[in-house]
């Protein structure tokens, strides 16, 4: 499994604390701006992960801001990217399930790292449901 990280200034040690955690399981990480130590706007963050995810054909994007609520924004603009932020467990489930979610969010003002490590173990770990009507759904919201 290949993975694409990223954050702004707002979510950098969380971003090196997930980096860190996923190499652990074995999981490739790509980071396409590194670390960030001064000041970059999430907006160019996120436009090189997207980037960087059809490149290197990776199976997720984790993304983190100060809130999750900037990254989450940005990544949606793009039509084949479905992302959310979230720190439930049951609503990461059902993202990949029903939603077929590609893109993580988190904000690391608010949320605590072993909250966001089982929400990502949860998301990485469940497959988007194969019936039609989710399928379905799913693709019309490429379309929008
Ligand atoms: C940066 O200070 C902060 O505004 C940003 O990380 C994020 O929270 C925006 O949504």
Do not use: W
Not at 15 to 25: G, N, R, V, Y
Not at 65 to 90: E, Q
Not at 106 to 121: A, C, N, P, S
């Amino acid at each position: 499994m290949k993975i694409v990280l990223g954050s702004d200034h707002g979510g950098s040690k969380y971003l090196s604390e997930i980096d860190e955690f996923l190499q652990k399981l074995n999981i490739e990480t790509i980071v396409p701006c590194g670390f960030p130590t001064d000041s970059i706007d999430y907006p160019d963050v996120v436009k090189s992960c997207v980037s960087s995810f059809g490149q290197n054909e990776a199976n997720f994007i984790i993304l983190i801001c100060g809130s999750g609520v900037g990254v989450s924004i940005a990544a949606n603009r793009y039509s084949h990217i479905r992302a959310l932020v979230t720190a439930d467990l049951y609503q990461a489930k059902l993202a990949r399930e029903h939603n077929h979610a590609n893109c993580l969010c988190f904000g690391e003002r608010l949320y605590g790292i072993d909250q966001i490590k089982e929400v990502i173990k949860v998301f990485i770990n469940t497959s988007g449901s194969k019936e039609p009507r989710h399928l379905n759904r799913v693709e019309k919201l490429g379309d929008l």
